[in-house]
């Protein structure tokens, strides 16, 4: 239930608002055009979809884009009160606040995922960033639209500097290109970086449960055993091909450990990697 509402409007559109409630709280984002911005200042709420879940707990935040039908946050269980703020990034608003010359932020990089949410590690400069917001609900008659703007492109540019910024522009950029990828596609661009089944499912923006079904049923395989393999064969293709450090290697073809990569190797192989080098070329 909705205690308290307040809101900023920029160009007739909604761009900031507070939300206080208490239990029972239900919200569903309407499919649009749009990316989200929301910062959980008192409380805690989840944020749930079709297929994935996450608990944003208080003082953390999460942003994501609205063109996905199912979006929702909640909180049904918590005995205490919560408060919201949501900064909401519409495309036609950012065109005219940026005269057609968007931030870098907004545009496609060259990574292959499909992730449309995420949460964010805050750091002193948005903590910072919310208090100031607080400051303009408590005296709105300080607010027009050139205090909105500063606003608006502050956040943008505080986003854009924090440790989780490549995941940030993955999901503003689609506002501005309605790019997809299918589950193979995700998996064979992303098979040899440093990720984890967490992080690749991250990327499908599926559950870890809904990924491994989806994983199996596609590929007859465990994701763990099916990237393993593949990764100690493009290795085991790398040491004959080329000179590269076996360091080098494993760590191109997605292992952080070298001590891990040597041991699977030898699993698999039966020898080490210097050996299975030295081996084949003497062949």
Not at 79 to 97: Q, R
Not at 121 to 140: M, R, V
């Amino acid at each position: 239930m909705v205690t308290d509402y307040k809101k900023f409007d920029l160009f007739g559109k909604t761009l900031i608002q507070k939300v206080d409630f208490k239990p029972p709280f239900q919200f569903a984002f309407p499919v649009a055009e749009q990316a989200c911005f929301l910062y959980m200042l008192r409380g805690e709420i989840e944020y749930r979809s079709e297929d994935d879940q996450l608990k944003i707990e208080d003082k953390r935040s999460l942003l994501l884009n609205c063109m996905a039908s199912g979006q929702q946050i909640q909180n049904n269980n918590s005995e205490s009160n919560g408060e919201i703020i949501i900064v909401t990034f519409h495309p036609d608003i950012l065109k005219k606040v940026y005269d057609k010359e968007i931030p870098t932020i907004f545009m496609p990089n060259n990574q292959v995922t499909n992730q449309n949410k995420k949460r964010i590690n805050n750091d002193f400069l948005i903590q910072k960033y919310i208090e100031g917001l607080l400051f303009y609900f408590e005296n709105p008659s300080l607010v027009n639209d050139e205090i909105l703007i500063l606003k608006l492109k502050e956040i943008i540019l505080l986003l854009s500097q924090t440790q989780d910024a490549e995941n940030i522009q993955v999901i503003l950029s689609q506002l501005f290109s309605s790019t997809t990828y299918s589950f193979k596609q995700i998996i064979e661009a992303n098979l040899f970086l440093q990720l984890g089944i967490e992080e690749l499912a991250q990327k499908t923006n599926l559950s870890i449960s809904s990924f491994k079904r989806e994983f199996k049923k596609l590929y007859d395989d465990s994701p763990a055993n099916y990237i393993k393999s593949k990764r100690l064969e493009r290795a085991a293709e790398l040491l004959i091909a080329t000179s590269e450090r076996i360091t080098d290697i494993a760590f191109d073809c997605g292992f952080n450990d070298l001590a891990n990569f040597t041991k699977s190797f030898h699993e698999r192989y039966q020898q080490s990697p210097t050996n299975y080098r030295l081996k084949l070329k003497e062949e």
